[in-house]
Every structure is written in structure tokens, then in C-alpha cells.
């Protein structure tokens, strides 16, 4: 009996210890890991034999039977191979399927080792087996083995080792039981001769393993207890160590990211006392803007997921101040694996963030400014080895990057390209040229860049700047592609795009030098103005494709039949100019004719005959200088247009100084508008039934550079005849749309159209396009024509008014009373308004026949329910006659004279507008 006692105290013994090791082995890693594993499992064979033997040995004890020695060690070797296999697979996955796989295993290999010990007996007998026990006892077992396994295993798993150490030592007493019962013996006949152990020596071994488990299990609960004696220590000392530390703040959060503890540093840093500190959210500790952006708290989520969190941050102080901190929050977990909390280290990096930024800021300007420079640049040191060189200094130079590294002399540089397009073979003079740049430059400092060209091939800008060092930096700039846009731009700046002839700009140069050269040479000039005959009738026929196919074939037809002496120019449209130096008139006139022949020939369009107006004045019979010149060779080729069959015209004394100045003013309306020539003025309007300012008329003003304020009465039928009316009515219409747009009350705009205008066929799309771009209502815009714009073409214009009716837009007659004035035309349209001309207001004080005009023509107005506007208006006399013959409204000097645009400061815009151009 007692050695059944003794067998239970190793078995629970051999448990304890087991329990200890596989807790070791849970808190260490690695190779610590295995080796307290292969402790554990070793103890718990070892020890599972022993208490097996001793129970044998006690249940044997009235028959001191001698055990097989070759049984008796396999019996040692299946339970030690099992407990160390077994708490292999346990311990490193901690699964459980580890677990359980585990459990079995130590089941089965103890029952395997119980069953191999009972048979070690040296006795002749019958052993009866009884399936069902067998079964029970390498089953039963695990039931125990594997809580005690999750017990054990568990990190949250804190008390001591006996709950679990009982339930090891419960199941090997079960699989004891249950496999004593399952292997009986019959009757002995004797003993077995094969080499045995007596059971006096097996006691004794038995009884060395039982006390080697003792010790172990002692040696293990002492260095654990040592371990944790030393931990507390260490943990002690390391508390008072870190509440010590002054320049770091450490701070100890429970999970909530409330300060549960804190140091010395923290206090130093943050300002806040103990009293403050304490359970006072982490979230305190962070800006505003960084708190409103919920930091804090995703970066406790980041830490809780990831294990740790850490970066630069905004803190801020108790009292409101912030610095830069560099921070990192570091999840801990209790021993169960539970998060236990966060510890929070952080420390002031204030000057060296800023110090970091301005270095970081520096380097990246510096970087970028290398890299992006258009310009290449290299540095040397006073030894001529290369210190650091840009991209685009390798690019320009076709250098490889193994060429251009640090350290590099200058010799291979060369030879490999740089100063040296042309191969090695030129490295020599190339270098010696480079050398003679530096010194040239080290003696003059302040001389320019100097520009290379490579045989045409490649032109570089360089410029050498010594350093202090003794060393120098050299910037290269490829200007190939510069002098080539150079020259075309000089190309494109002097010569007509489309025809590739001189422009005016060029000829007028190579006037001046053959005016030059005539008075040095006592020579003469010829300078020729010509004008296309029926250009037009090819446009408008052909369309404007054909048109400008014939200028170029007339550029290249002039370009090969001229001498490099002449020159010929397109001054634009169908405009060119030629001016050639002479001695003798027919060399002149042989020049003449081959102008006439070369745009003979270059008309393909057989049905329309192209030819040429030509216009000549003769230096310095006709003028001296070049403008004069130009001058009156277009009134000799006006005069030449003007003449039936007569196609060359030489200027002469007397020709029509009108015709001169309408030729200049259409030559210098063309420009107007880019020149900014061109202006409007607004003219205030009243209504005369409320006495209010109903609107304004924008009236259209042209102050010319040279001759000054030009009357619209003038230049308006140049506009017309020379075709520079739609530009105008187009401008004129955006601007009075635009400055309508900025009126906030909603007035109209009322823009007077001309006759010719009506002949553009897509007036209508125009206006259309304006409205959209500018953004004003078709309700806003008025349109004001004259009864002379529907007779020229009658049908062509009631289809655009009904158009431009149909969009919203509003449709005066103007001017009414003079001209035509038919019933017919106010039958034909439903105009909107009616506007009295201002020659009936001026007669009206003293003739009898322009009041009864004005009588009839608002009597006729309020018959049909068209308002009437009367302009002119001067004199308050005149205002009585239209109040009480009951006119709608009246504008004129009276009630104010033009001004500036209605949208200023100043001025009303209870108003709308109408523009006369």
C-alpha cells in the first residue's frame, strides 16, 4: 500500500513539474521554446514509467517477480517517446486540434507503455485481454490529458500549477486502472530463463527516476521563483528608472486612452500636474485640429491592430501652447493575450523638425532646381575630377552615368563627349579650347556666356564660374532649337505666312535700302501698288479654299519670275506691293509686264478672269520718302480700278486728295479694333409719360492715332464699302451685349444694324453665338434697322428679322420719316418700336411741315401700338411739342450728352440701351 501512495505522490509530482516547464516554454520563444518542451515532455514520460512501475511493483509485491529487461526499457521508451511527442505538438501551435491530437497521443503511448510493463513479468502464464477495457484505457485517458493541456497552455491561464497537475496525474491513474483490469493472468507455471531485471533492482531504479522528477520539479519551481523575484526587480528598478527619465515623456494608458500612469518628463513637457494628469483622457494631449480629425483615437485603433503606432504630431501644453513631438503608442497585453493598455513614449522634436524641414525644404529645392533646370550644369573640384553634374548636363552631352560619376577627370569627360561632339579623335583641341574658356574666365570673372557652335550640327551657351575652393562650375545650354525658332521666327516675322512672299514689314526694309541706294547712285524707284481685279468673285464662288490656292499660286509664280534685285510683297487679302530700282523706263516697264504675266498665269479659275490693278510712283519724282510713296501709288491704282479697261496707272499731281484720305482711313479701319481704336459712348433716354431714365443709346466712336476724332458719318460708309463693317457690327454687338450683362435690374439693348450686314448669310448665327457667349437673354436685345437695310434686299431681310422675331428679340425702325418710309414696310414686319429722326426735331421750332411729320408719324405709331422714340432732343420747346403730341420716349443733348459705360459706379442702370454704329 504504500508503495501505491508513493506512485500517486511521483505521478502528481511528475504532473506539477510537467505543468511548470510547458508554462516556461509558453512565455519563452524560439529555442528556449523547444528546449523547455522537450523538458516537459521528458518529465512527463519519464515520470508516467516510474509511477507505473512503482504501482507494479506495489500491486507484485508478495511475488517479487523478476521484469523483462528488453520489455522493461520499451515500456521506458514508448512513455518517453510519448510525453516528448506529444507536448511537441501541443505546445508550438496551441490549436485545438494541437491540443487534442495531444491528448490522444499521451493516452494511447501511456496505455502502450502500461500494457509493454505488464507483459515485462517473468512468469509462465496465460494473459487474458479484455477488448472492451483495452479500449477504455487508451481512450479515457485524453479526456483528462486535454483540459489539463488547455489549462496549462492558456495565457490567461494565472493560478497554480496543481488543477491542472491533478487532472495529468487523474488520467494516468485512470489509464492504470483500466489497463490492470484489461490484462489479467492465469495460474503461474514457473519463470521465464530470459535476461530480467529483479524486482529489487527495478525498485531501485524506479525509485532514482522517482526522486530525479522530485528534483526537477523543485529545480524548476526554484528558478521560476527566482525568475519572477528577479522580474519584480527588474520591473521595480525600471519603473523608477523611467519615472526618473526628464527628457522623454512616458505616459501608461489603461484601454480607454486614459493616463493611468506617468514620469518626471511628462510633467517637464506637458505642464500639467500629478492631480491634472491622472485619468485624464491621452486625447487631451493633442491639438485641436488633430482632435476634431478624430487622431487620437484612430491612432489607439491603429496600435490596438497593428501592436504599435508612432510619427510626428502636434501636442499641445496645459496652458494652451503646442509643440512637435515624435510619439509612439505601443499596445500591452496581460498574460492572458488580453490588451491590458497602451504605454505612450514621446519627446519634444520641435527644433529638430524645424531643423529637419528646413533641411528637408533646402535639399528639395535644390534637387528640384537641378533637375529641372533647363540649363546643364556641372561641378569640379580644384583638381578637375567631376563633383556632381544634372541630368540634363548628361543629356545634352550624350554622357553615360558611368561617366559621370563622382571623381571623374576632366580628360575623360572630354572624351567622352563633353565640349566634344564630333569623337575621341577631336578630344585634344576640344579640351584645349574648354581650358583656354576657364582661364579666360577666371582672369575676367565678369565676362558673358559664350556661345559654340559645332559645325551647325549643335549650338551651345557656356558659362565657367570660378569657386573659392579652387574649383569651378560650368552651366551649359543648348540653344539649337533657339537659333533655329530664332530664324524661323525672323522668317515668319518678314514674310507672309500664306504666300511666303515679303510682308510689308520686310518690304518696307528693302525700300529703304533701294531709296538709299537711288540717292547714293542717283537711280530711281519704282514703287508699285497692286490690287486683285474680280479676288473677290473667286471667293464668293469657289469659296475661300480656291482663293487663297491662287495668292500661293501667285506667290510662287512672282518668287520665280522676279530678280533678286526686285521685291515683291503681300501687304494682305488681295493687296501686294513691288518696288524695283531703274535707270532706264523700260526695264521698268519690262517689270510691269512680268507682274501682269505671272497672275495671269497663276488663275486656274478659266471663267473668272483674275487680274491686276497696278498703281505706280517713282522716286523721287512722287515723293522722297517711303510712305508718301506708298501713298500715292495707292491713289494710282485706285485710279486704275476706276478706269474702265485701264489697268497700270502712274501717279500724278492733283489726284483726288478724298480718295487718298477714304483709301488711308479703310487701310486703318482694318486695324482699328486690334488697335484699340474703337469705343462707345452711351446717351441717356427718358421716358417722357413717367420722366424717368428709361435707356441708353451707345453710340460708336473712333479717336484715329495720327489724324484724331474721325465722324461716324465718315467712316462708317468706308467701313461699308471696304467690307470692315462686320468686324465692326460684330464687336460693337459683343461689347453692348456684355455691358448690358452687367446691369442687375434686366434693361434691354438695342444695337443698330447696317444694310450690309444683312448680305452676311450667318447674321443670324452670329448674333445668336454673341447672346450665348455673353449670357444675355434674346428679351434683352433689341435690334434698331433702317427702311433703306429691307429695300435693298427685301425678302433676304424680313426672313432675318422673322428669324431673329422668333428668338426674342426685339426690332426697331430707325430713321424714320426719311428715306423711303412706306406703309408697305410697316405692314410687312411688326416692329416693335419706332424711332423719329432728329433733322424733323431741329426743324420743328420753326417749320409748320416738320411738326405735322412728327404729328402724323406718332398718330401713325399709336394707330398700329408701336411706341415711338424721338431724338434730337435740345431744347425744352421741343420736349413740350413731343409731350403733348404724346411721343413714348426721347433722347438728345437735353436731357444729357454721351458718357462713359452705364456699368460704373456712377452710373443709372434703371435703363436699357441702344447702340448706333
Not at 505543468?19 to 524560439?30: D, I, K, M, T
Not at 510525453?83 to 486540434?97: M, N, S
Not at 479659275?605 to 500715292?632: H, M, Q, W, Y
Not at 419706332?834 to 405735322?852: E, H, V
Amino acid at each position: 500500500m504504500d508503495l501505491i501512495l508513493l506512485a500517486g505522490i511521483v505521478c502528481l509530482m511528475a504532473s506539477g513539474t510537467t505543468v511548470l516547464l510547458l508554462r516556461q516554454a509558453r512565455s519563452s520563444r524560439h529555442r528556449e521554446r523547444r528546449l523547455w518542451t522537450l523538458a516537459a515532455g521528458g518529465a512527463f514520460g519519464v515520470g508516467a514509467w516510474a509511477s507505473h512501475f512503482i504501482a507494479l511493483l506495489g500491486e507484485d509485491s508478495s511475488h517479487d517477480h523478476d521484469h523483462s529487461a528488453v520489455l522493461t526499457l520499451a515500456s521506458q521508451a514508448t512513455g518517453l517517446a510519448a510525453g516528448l511527442l506529444a507536448l511537441h505538438l501541443a505546445v508550438p501551435g496551441q490549436t485545438v486540434r494541437a491540443r487534442a491530437l495531444a491528448a490522444a497521443l499521451l493516452s494511447i503511448g501511456f496505455g502502450a507503455m502500461h500494457y509493454l510493463g505488464g507483459l515485462s513479468l517473468q512468469v509462465i502464464t496465460t494473459f487474458q485481454w479484455h477488448p472492451a477495457l483495452v479500449a477504455a484505457s487508451l481512450l479515457l485517458p485524453g479526456l483528462f490529458f486535454y483540459p489539463a493541456l488547455t489549462y496549462t497552455l492558456a495565457r490567461r491561464c494565472t493560478g497554480g500549477p496543481w488543477p491542472p497537475a491533478l487532472l495529468l496525474a487523474l488520467g494516468m491513474a485512470l489509464m492504470h486502472l483500466l489497463g490492470s483490469a484489461a490484462l489479467t493472468t492465469g495460474p503461474e507455471h514457473g519463470a521465464l530463463s530470459v535476461p530480467a531485471i529483479p524486482a529489487s533492482s527495478l525498485a531501485g531504479w524506479v525509485a532514482a527516476v522517482a526522486l530525479a522528477i522530485l528534483a526537477a520539479g523543485m529545480a524548476t519551481q526554484l528558478v521560476r521563483s527566482q525568475a519572477e523575484a528577479s522580474l519584480l526587480r527588474s520591473e521595480r528598478q525600471f519603473s523608477d528608472l523611467v519615472r526618473s527619465i526628464s527628457d522623454y515623456a512616458i505616459f501608461l494608458l489603461d484601454r480607454d486612452g486614459t493616463v493611468t500612469q506617468w514620469n518626471e518628463g511628462a510633467r517637464n513637457l506637458t505642464g500639467y500636474c500629478a492631480q491634472d494628469m491622472i485619468g485624464m483622457p491621452v486625447a487631451r494631449l493633442f491639438s485641436y485640429g488633430d482632435r476634431s480629425d478624430d487622431l487620437p483615437a484612430r491612432t489607439l485603433e491603429h496600435a490596438r491592430e497593428t501592436g504599435g503606432a508612432s510619427g510626428e504630431c502636434l501636442y499641445m501644453r496645459r496652458d494652451g501652447s503646442t509643440f512637435w513631438g515624435y510619439g509612439t503608442f505601443q499596445a500591452t497585453h496581460g498574460p492572458e493575450g488580453r490588451l491590458a493598455g497602451y504605454s505612450f513614449v514621446m519627446r519634444d522634436v520641435s527644433g529638430f523638425k524645424a531643423d529637419k524641414d528646413l533641411i528637408a525644404q533646402t535639399s528639395m529645392r535644390l534637387d528640384t532646381a537641378l533637375t529641372n533646370m533647363h540649363e546643364g550644369l556641372c561641378l569640379f573640384d580644384a583638381d578637375g575630377r567631376l563633383a556632381l553634374c544634372n541630368a540634363r548636363f548628361r543629356e545634352l552631352w550624350g554622357l553615360d552615368d558611368s561617366v559621370c560619376e563622382a571623381g571623374t577627370p576632366l580628360a575623360d569627360m572630354v572624351r567622352a563627349g563633353f565640349m566634344n561632339p564630333d569623337g575621341t579623335e577631336h578630344a585634344a583641341p576640344a579640351l584645349a579650347q574648354y581650358r583656354q574658356l576657364l582661364k579666360e574666365t577666371f582672369a575676367n570673372p565678369s565676362l558673358p556666356p559664350i556661345t559654340i557652335d559645332f559645325d551647325g550640327a549643335m549650338a551651345v551657351s557656356i558659362a565657367n564660374r570660378a569657386l573659392p575652393d579652387g574649383g569651378w562650375v560650368t552651366t551649359c545650354d543648348d540653344i539649337t532649337e533657339q537659333r533655329r525658332s530664332e530664324a524661323r521666327i525672323a522668317h515668319m516675322a518678314l514674310h507672309d505666312s500664306l504666300t511666303g512672299l515679303p510682308n510689308r514689314t520686310r518690304f518696307n526694309q528693302r525700300l529703304d535700302d533701294k531709296l538709299a541706294l537711288a540717292k547714293r547712285t542717283q537711280a530711281k524707284v519704282a514703287v508699285i501698288a497692286m490690287d486683285l481685279d474680280r479676288f473677290k468673285d473667286v471667293n464668293d464662288t469657289h469659296g475661300h479654299a480656291a482663293g487663297d490656292a491662287l495668292l500661293q499660286s501667285i506667290g510662287r509664280a512672282v518668287t520665280e519670275g522676279t530678280l533678286e534685285s526686285e521685291v515683291v510683297a503681300r501687304l494682305g487679302g488681295d493687296e501686294f506691293a513691288a518696288a524695283k530700282l531703274f535707270t532706264d523706263i523700260q526695264d521698268l516697264s519690262e517689270f510691269i509686264s512680268r507682274l501682269h504675266d505671272c497672275i495671269a498665269g497663276s488663275n486656274d479659275c478659266r471663267e473668272i478672269d483674275v487680274g491686276a490693278s497696278l498703281g505706280i510712283a517713282i522716286f523721287p519724282d512722287n515723293g522722297t520718302d517711303r510712305e508718301t510713296l506708298l501713298n500715292n501709288a495707292d491713289l494710282a491704282m485706285y485710279r486704275a480700278k476706276g478706269k474702265r479697261g485701264e489697268s497700270c496707272c502712274y501717279y500724278e499731281e492733283g489726284m483726288d486728295a478724298a480718295a487718298r484720305r477714304r483709301r488711308l482711313l479703310a487701310g486703318d479701319l482694318r486695324q482699328a479694333i486690334a488697335r484699340g481704336e474703337l469705343h462707345l459712348l452711351y446717351q441717356p433716354q427718358r421716358s417722357l409719360r413717367s420722366g424717368t431714365l428709361s435707356g441708353y443709346e451707345a453710340l460708336l466712336r473712333w479717336q484715329h492715332p495720327r489724324l484724331g476724332f474721325i465722324p461716324p458719318d465718315e467712316f462708317i460708309p468706308i467701313a461699308e464699302e471696304s467690307g470692315s463693317i462686320f468686324a465692326i457690327g460684330e464687336w460693337v454687338l459683343e461689347e453692348a451685349c456684355r455691358e448690358a450683362q452687367r446691369w442687375p435690374s434686366g434693361e434691354k439693348i438695342a444695337v443698330n444694324l447696317s444694310a450690309v450686314q444683312f448680305s452676311k448669310p450667318d447674321l443670324v448665327a452670329t448674333i445668336h453665338r454673341i447672346l450665348t457667349e455673353t449670357g444675355l437673354s434674346p428679351r434683352r436685345l433689341e435690334l434698331e434697322i433702317t427702311e433703306t437695310a429691307i429695300i435693298e434686299d427685301k425678302l433676304r431681310a424680313l426672313h432675318c428679322l422673322r428669324q431673329m422675331k422668333a428668338m426674342g428679340i426685339g426690332v426697331a425702325i430707325d430713321d424714320f420719316g426719311t428715306g423711303y418710309s412706306s406703309l408697305d414696310t410697316l405692314h410687312s414686319f411688326p416692329f416693335d418700336k419706332i424711332k423719329i429722326d432728329k433733322s424733323f426735331l431741329l426743324l420743328s421750332d420753326t417749320s409748320a411741315q416738320a411738326r405735322a411729320i412728327i404729328r402724323a408719324v406718332l398718330a401713325l405709331g399709336k394707330s398700329l401700338a408701336i411706341p415711338v422714340l424721338a431724338e434730337g432732343v435740345e431744347t425744352e420747346a421741343q420736349l413740350r411739342i413731343l409731350e403733348n403730341e404724346g411721343c413714348d420716349e426721347a433722347q438728345g443733348y437735353y436731357f444729357g450728352r454721351p458718357g462713359g459705360p452705364p456699368s460704373h459706379p456712377r452710373s443709372d442702370l434703371t435703363q436699357k440701351t441702344a447702340v448706333n454704329i
